[in-house]
């Protein structure tokens, strides 16, 4: 289920909701809180699930002390597990759009959430820039979901950047397969790049179809506030870039030792990387609302 990393995805939501609440002047309750964190945890850790469900006989080669594979547990109880997990996070989604506000919108970017986690899991994760953009669009669509009026696009925006590029670097110290060559990087790097503009794009135009021209940018959210998630991501690229510098220079290593050292870093780095969404999550809370 990998629940310690469940707590990204539901700080994700609950800072999408703060957000939504303070640039609308919308009350924050508790209950819609709750069905958030609902989503989050029962989807997050649906996704985990089925992947093992879907990966078991594959992971009877490549990873055979995953619990499925160990026997630790039986695959109908596995079945009975996602199940039951999609239950809850359908269930908090859904409740937060009919009985919190958030509206079809919400329900809209729910559907397209789950969506994307049964193509991830049965498809996408096979063609490694494909996964590698749809894990980004996992955590848009997701945060989304608890501001569905976009009032601070850059918040889910960032956690997508951050969740592709981060994943792209991992992929590669971790050298998965199939291979992500210099074209799929330039490729994802493009697609990522037009995601950004398009949705950018799109908020703007419904800003100004609905009040206008006038102080555009505030009302896009460009201002100081954008100052510390911006300080945040500058802390973490630095980070990494002095990782992998690091590995570039390691000696008296092997080449299998070596290997065996970047696929550790990459691992880490994923683990450290998806945690540090947290830290962005409380930078969009301070930068907008001052908390």
């Given at each position: 289920m990998r629940v310690p990393l469940a707590v990204?995805?539901?700080?994700?939501?609950?800072?999408?909701?703060?957000?939504?609440?303070?640039?609308?002047?919308?009350?924050?309750?508790?209950?819609?809180?709750?069905?958030?964190?609902?989503?989050?945890?029962?989807?997050y850790c649906f996704g985990m699930v089925s992947n093992d469900i879907i990966d078991v006989r594959r992971d009877r080669y490549?990873?055979?002390?995953?619990?499925?594979?160990?026997?630790?547990?039986?695959?109908?109880?596995?079945?009975?597990?996602?199940?039951?997990?999609?239950?809850?996070?359908?269930?908090?989604?859904?409740l937060f759009t009919v009985e919190f506000g958030g509206g079809w919108a919400s329900l809209l970017l729910v559907a397209w959430t789950v969506l994307l986690i049964f193509f991830y899991n049965l498809m996408g994760k096979f063609v490694g820039a494909v996964g590698i953009l749809t894990l980004g669009l996992?955590?848009?669509?997701?945060?989304?979901?608890?501001?569905?009026?976009?009032?601070?696009?850059?918040?889910?925006?960032?956690?997508?950047?951050?969740?592709?590029?981060?994943?792209?670097?991992?992929?590669?110290?971790?050298?998965?397969?199939?291979?992500?060559g210099r074209a799929h990087r330039w490729?994802?790097?493009?697609?990522?790049?037009?995601?950004?503009?398009?949705?950018?794009?799109?908020?703007?135009t419904a800003i100004w179809w609905r009040d206008g021209w006038d102080d555009l940018p505030?009302?896009?959210?460009?201002?100081?506030?954008?100052?510390?998630?911006?300080i945040a991501a500058a802390v973490f690229a630095a980070f990494v870039f002095a990782t992998v510098l690091a590995?570039?220079?390691?000696?008296?290593?092997?080449?299998?030792?070596?290997?065996e050292r970047q696929r550790r870093t990459g691992r880490k780095l994923m683990f450290f990387g998806l945690l540090w969404l947290i830290v962005y999550d409380v930078a969009f809370v301070y930068g907008f609302l001052k908390l």
């Amino acid at each position: 289920m990998r629940v310690p990393l469940a707590v990204t995805a539901i700080s994700n939501a609950q800072a999408g909701y703060l957000l939504w609440c303070g640039t609308t002047e919308r009350e924050w309750r508790i209950g819609a809180a709750l069905a958030l964190a609902a989503m989050s945890l029962g989807l997050y850790c649906f996704g985990m699930v089925s992947n093992d469900i879907i990966d078991v006989r594959r992971d009877r080669y490549l990873a055979p002390n995953r619990p499925l594979v160990a026997g630790r547990i039986g695959m109908n109880e596995a079945w009975w597990l996602a199940g039951g997990l999609l239950g809850l996070g359908l269930t908090g989604g859904i409740l937060f759009t009919v009985e919190f506000g958030g509206g079809w919108a919400s329900l809209l970017l729910v559907a397209w959430t789950v969506l994307l986690i049964f193509f991830y899991n049965l498809m996408g994760k096979f063609v490694g820039a494909v996964g590698i953009l749809t894990l980004g669009l996992i955590r848009f669509f997701h945060a989304a979901t608890a501001q569905p009026s976009m009032g601070v696009l850059w918040h889910p925006l960032l956690l997508m950047d951050h969740v592709v590029v981060l994943s792209v670097v991992c992929y590669i110290l971790e050298r998965k397969r199939p291979h992500l060559g210099r074209a799929h990087r330039w490729t994802v790097g493009l697609i990522l790049l037009g995601l950004n503009l398009l949705l950018i794009g799109g908020v703007a135009t419904a800003i100004w179809w609905r009040d206008g021209w006038d102080d555009l940018p505030r009302r896009m959210g460009l201002g100081g506030e954008l100052l510390w998630p911006g300080i945040a991501a500058a802390v973490f690229a630095a980070f990494v870039f002095a990782t992998v510098l690091a590995l570039r220079q390691e000696e008296g290593l092997s080449n299998r030792g070596l290997v065996e050292r970047q696929r550790r870093t990459g691992r880490k780095l994923m683990f450290f990387g998806l945690l540090w969404l947290i830290v962005y999550d409380v930078a969009f809370v301070y930068g907008f609302l001052k908390l």
